[in-house]
């Protein structure tokens, strides 16, 4: 899953995602700017949620799905 991550942050062009985790909860990734994944995932995913200003940090065990839009060329 960390690998399928990575390829999704660095495709070009990049393609929107959402990051489904074990807990129900999902976010959404419009943009490779509103999550940080440390080298090799070590440190969890962090996302950034501009509408409510906070960070979010999960451990990348609890990443159950990542899914993208159909159509055009995968990551």
Known sequence: MIQKLRELLEANPFRA?????????????????????PA???GGLHFFL???????????MLVVSVEWAAGGQHA
């Open 40 to 42: 090799e995932g070590r």
């Open 17 to 37: 995602f959402t990051v489904a985790l074990a807990d129900g909860r999902r976010f959404d990734v419009p943009s490779p700017d509103m999550v940080w994944m």
């Open 50 to 60: 501009p509408a409510e200003d906070r960070i979010v940090s999960v451990n990348l």
